[in-house]
């Protein structure tokens, strides 16, 4: 059974950080692409950073480039993601999300939703003064 279970999330000030993780069981992982998404109120789903769990290639959009990092940990199942100087547009529901490995990183991360096949139930970011 497929299991995404993603955890870290808060309440924060701008210009801090925090550590989310996303605990993924049940999946071979080596064929996948793990992502995190996020949606804030009111807008679309969109992919914020991914990483292809064989070799470790990663891709972010260009408005977290430099301040948010994903990485992987093979030996606990994990994703983190990594997220310094945070902004008030960082607020939203993050959610992680995985799909089959079939193309470059840039093609994964910025793809449809309906590309991924399971999806965690989110947790909350809020940046706030």
């Known amino acids: 059974q497929v299991q995404i279970v993603e955890s870290g999330g808060g309440w924060v000030q701008p210009g801090q950080s925090l550590r989310l993780s996303c605990l993924a069981t049940g999946l071979k992982l080596d064929g996948d692409v793990l992502a995190w998404f996020r949606q804030a109120p009111g807008k679309e789903r969109e992919g914020v950073s991914c990483?292809?769990?064989?070799?470790?290639?990663?891709y972010s959009k260009d408005s977290v480039k430099g301040r948010f990092t994903i990485s992987r940990d093979k030996a606990k199942d994990t994703v983190y993601l990594q997220m310094n100087s945070l902004q008030s547009d960082d607020t939203g529901v993050y959610y992680c999300a995985a799909a089959t490995d079939w193309a470059t990183i840039e093609v994964l991360c910025t793809a449809d939703t309906h590309e991924y096949e399971y999806w965690g139930q989110g947790t909350q970011v809020t940046v706030s003064s």
């Open positions: 990483i292809s769990w064989k070799n470790e290639n990663t």
